[in-house]
């Protein structure tokens, strides 16, 4: 079963899996994300800085903050990167994470409910994230940064999967 | 609305009627419902009292404020409170100013509770609690009724519940039009049923020890197969080996000695409450776990436990989660273990956090031999975890090594985890709800890999740790078909 409209190209891995990915935009997205906390805390903690002890406080401050937030630049992309998730005959696996790596499979009747949600920064890009939800708590399956049209495409499909191999608890 | 069209005393012969009749709850709900508050209040007063000796009236008068208001609102509750049983659905109105109609489709039921407090088996009332999978809202309660009706009324609606076709699979194929069919089969199977039931268990109520309360309601329903019973004497001293049986007993000892070398209890007036919060945690445990008794009936498992509040459970076959085995380190030196079930839905008792860790027990304290026969009741198979981490995973937990282990055949899967308390966890393929594998940095480095098996509810998950990496891709490559074929087998 693959998406009507795939995202960006699939990479087979040696599993055979076909796996999808999201969005290049959502890269992008991150980068703003992580630009405003960067300036946001910049702007506060200079302030203080600056005014609780002397200008070059602030400052240094600010340039240390600075440095941060370019340093954890270089890691988005990989973030980014890791994401994945191929659809299944009977179940959906998500792929995530770059220092811990995690892989969940959600068979479709499992599944309870879809959420898809988008804040304004993903939303200005157009873009939307999904996630599923079974009765375990501990179950995640979200796949950030979907086109909007594919969001709902996708949402669409595994419902009516959902529906049609739905099992009780 | 608030004109039910039954008359205030037809809760009394309410099992006999029709379905659709609405009936009231017990007039005397709103003492039992103020009973807890009055509890507290009195252990208030007590503690103030002793505390502060002079300043205690006005509090008091508070406090008398307080709980002629919560009586007062319980009164109201009452009066607006109305149920029915019709069509395969519990119906429970509710509300003055804001109407509330619940509705629970007994195909749907988890667990049925009959709960008895302290005060209500004085006055011979029970509570009935419908558990339903979800989160905390979806608990219905009929607080009170009488305890024989309430036995009825459970022994009905966990028959009604267990209708052709409905309860098999659990399936949420509980649209209206199956309900009302099952509700319209069910007349006659109830009417059995009924004459079944214990007429004698009334009197129970005044009835002081629940041991013989229990007793005289396992003999009365003598379609039950008696599995295990908790012995009073190693209950105590199993929570004395506790963790909370330890620091209740340090504390204690810590006051005592406080008082003996300062010679003044007046020093300990503001740990008081502290003191007494530890106490009632130990205490609250006792009571709970107290007289634990596990019968198969055709209806499921019942389980009866409890010295002054008392509760009785019924858990329906195939509503099992997960069953898992603890042994903490004392207690292992006793060959003791304890064995908790796991069913979706609330727990019963949401107050009581340090408890929502924990599972409801069916052995909260017993021998390794009677653990393995109830969970043969429990599990069809009972695969052990034999297969042992591999070396390398020695270095990645160095206590746990010595218990991590899984196994699994096509039905169950079972891990095993801790150094100082051991926990097997069994649980069914067919109730996963999803797989995830995780690799830590440190698991990488070493080439190893955990798969967890997620089951409704957030608070168990097998967990199948620090395996190989070639073996858990393994596990997840092969599982999820596996889990797909003990659903569909059903």
């Known amino acids: 079963m693959a998406v009507a409209e795939p995202g960006r190209a699939g990479r087979v891995d040696d599993e055979g899996i076909t796996w999808q990915r999201p969005s290049s935009r959502l890269l992008r997205a991150r980068r703003i994300e992580a630009g405003l906390v960067t300036g946001l805390v910049m702007l506060a903690a200079g ?42 005959d009977e179940d959906l696996i998500v792929r995530r994470g770059v220092l811990i790596r995690r892989q969940s499979v959600i068979p479709y009747g499992r599944m309870q409910f879809i959420d898809v949600t988008a804040g304004p920064i993903e939303r200005s890009l157009g873009l939307a994230t999904l996630q599923m939800h079974t009765a375990a708590a501990a179950s995640d399956a979200r796949i950030p940064g979907l086109d909007k049209a594919q969001a709902a495409v996708l949402r669409d499909q595994l419902a009516t999967l959902g529906e049609a191999q739905a099992a009780g608890l | 609305m608030t004109s039910p069209p039954s008359p205030p005393g037809g809760g009394a012969a309410g099992s006999r009627d029709d379905g659709a009749v609405w009936h009231r709850l017990h007039p005397l709900s709103p003492v039992i419902r103020a009973g807890r508050q009055f509890v507290t209040i009195a252990i208030a007063v007590l503690v103030l009292f002793v505390a502060n000796q002079h300043h205690a009236d006005n509090d008091l008068v508070i406090d008398l404020i307080v709980l002629g208001v919560v009586l007062v609102g319980g009164v109201i509750s009452w009066l607006v409170t109305r149920w029915q049983v019709a069509g395969g659905v519990l119906r429970i109105d509710t509300g003055l100013l804001r109407r509330e109609s619940r509705r629970f489709p007994l195909s749907q039921v988890q667990a049925i509770d009959v709960i008895q407090t302290g005060l209500a088996r004085v006055l011979g009332l029970a509570e009935i609690r419908l558990r339903m999978a979800g989160a905390g809202a979806s608990e219905g309660r009929l607080a009170c009724l009488p305890r024989a009706e309430a ?88 929570i004395a080996a506790s963790r909370a049986g330890a620091f209740a007993a340090i504390v204690i000892g810590a006051m005592a000695a406080v008082v003996a070398t300062t010679g003044k209890p007046g020093i300990l007036a503001s740990f008081l409450p502290f003191g007494l919060g530890i106490v009632l945690a130990v205490w609250r445990q006792f009571n709970g776990e107290y007289g ?76 390794l031999a009677e653990a393995d026969q109830l969970l043969g009741e429990l599990l069809t198979a009972r695969p052990a975890p034999t297969r042992r981490a591999p070396a390398g995973a020695r270095w990645k937990a160095p206590l746990t090594y010595h218990f991590l282990g899984w196994d699994g055949d096509d039905r169950y899967v079972v891990a095993s985890r801790g150094r100082v308390c051991r926990k097997t966890t069994w649980v069914p393929l067919e109730k996963v709800q999803s797989f995830r594998w995780v690799q830590g940095p440190v698991q990488r480095r070493l080439g190893l890999a955990s798969v967890h098996l997620d089951v409704a509810g957030k608070r168990v998950a097998a967990s199948i740790e620090d395996r190989g990496a070639a073996e858990a891709r393994d596990i997840l490559g092969r599982l999820p078909a596996l889990a797909r074929a003990a659903r569909s087998r059903g």
Not at chain 2, 177 to 190: D, F, V
Not at chain 2, 294 to 302: N, T, V
Not at chain 2, 329 to 344: I, Q, T
């Open chain 1, 47 to 88: 302030l203080i800085g600056g005014l609780a002890g002397s200008a070059a406080l602030g400052l240094g401050i600010a340039l240390v903050l600075l440095g941060a937030g370019l340093v954890s630049e270089r890691f988005l992309a990989r973030r980014v990167a890791a994401w994945g998730y191929a659809e299944r």
């Open chain 2, 292 to 367: 634990t008794v596990i019968a198969a009936a055709p209806d499921g498992l019942r389980l009866r436990s409890g010295l002054v509040e008392t509760t009785a459970e019924t858990i329906r076959p195939g509503r099992v989660q997960a069953v898992r085995l603890v042994q903490p380190l004392v207690w292992r030196a006793f060959g003791w273990c304890r064995l908790e079930v796991d069913v979706a839905g609330p727990r019963q008792r949401r107050e009581n956090k340090s408890e929502s860790q924990r599972l409801r027990a069916v052995i909260p304290v017993g021998s």
């Open chain 2, 151 to 238: 036995e009825q009324l459970r022994e009905r609606l966990l028959s009604m519940s267990r209708a052709p076709g409905l309860a098999a699979a659990g399936t949420p194929a509980a649209r209206p039009g199956t309900g009302s069919a099952a509700g319209g089969s069910a007349p006659p199977g109830r009417a059995t049923r009924q004459d079944a039931a214990p007429q004698g268990a009334a009197p129970q109520g005044t009835a002081g020890q629940s041991a013989t309360g229990q007793q005289a309601g396992a003999g009365a329903q003598a379609s039950e197969r008696q599995l295990f019973r908790v012995r009073a004497g190693r209950l105590a001293a199993s």
